[in-house]
């Protein structure tokens, strides 16, 4: 499992597994370097190996068996669940309304989970000898920080305060998906 972190995001195009990486934190430098080190070891040992780099992963998805599947973040730093678990008691913060994007929120690509599933038993199918394949996963659609609260509000007849704060150390612009490559 690699990310849609590892690429550089300061571009208004969507990302191909040839786009630039340039990873702007520790995260998306070390999956980089997992990526790296996986093609070289499936290049020397000619095995095969599928780095796939998921975009926004979101939604709960509830099993037959195991009931609701979520991840666990403490302090939650994900869009959706904060805008959940959030509503009109308090206010969510969007760090940043400078960005070069259409509203001035980031915009980024939102995967349902379901969606990552069938995605990664997909992947099996492109298995090549001797070598590692990299596959973006993600919608091929970005969505602002904005635009996720207005349809949440507009689903849900809830509204969402929110706060505006500084710009974070390592968030990007944009992050959308070119999944050409796994779809194809």
């Not at 040839?18 to 996986?38: C, F, V």
């Not at 000619?46 to 609701?68: D, E, H, M, Q, T």
């Not at 009109?88 to 969606?115: A, F, M, P, Q």
């Amino acid at each position: 499992a690699s990310t849609s972190a590892v690429y550089d995001g300061n571009t208004a195009e969507s990302l191909s597994e040839e786009s630039i990486t340039a990873p702007g934190n520790p995260y998306g430098e070390s999956k980089l370097k997992a990526d790296i080190e996986l093609s070289n070891f499936c290049n020397s040992e000619k095995i095969a190996g599928i780095s796939l780099r998921f975009f926004n992963v979101s939604a709960p998805y509830k099993s037959k068996s195991l009931g609701w599947i979520t991840e666990a973040h403490n302090p939650e730093t994900h869009l959706i669940p904060n805008i959940i678990s959030g509503g009109e008691s308090s206010n969510l913060v969007i760090y940043g309304n400078d960005w070069e994007t259409r509203d001035k929120t980031c915009v980024r690509d939102y995967l349902h989970i379901k969606d990552l599933t069938n995605a990664c038993i997909l992947a099996i199918d492109h298995f090549k000898l001797s070598h590692n394949q990299i596959f973006n996963l993600g919608s091929a659609h970005g969505s602002s920080i904005l635009e996720v609260i207005e349809s949440y509000e507009m689903v849900f007849e809830n509204k969402i305060n929110y706060k505006f704060a500084d710009r974070r150390h390592g968030d990007v612009a944009t992050l959308v998906a070119d999944s050409k490559k796994i779809t194809d």
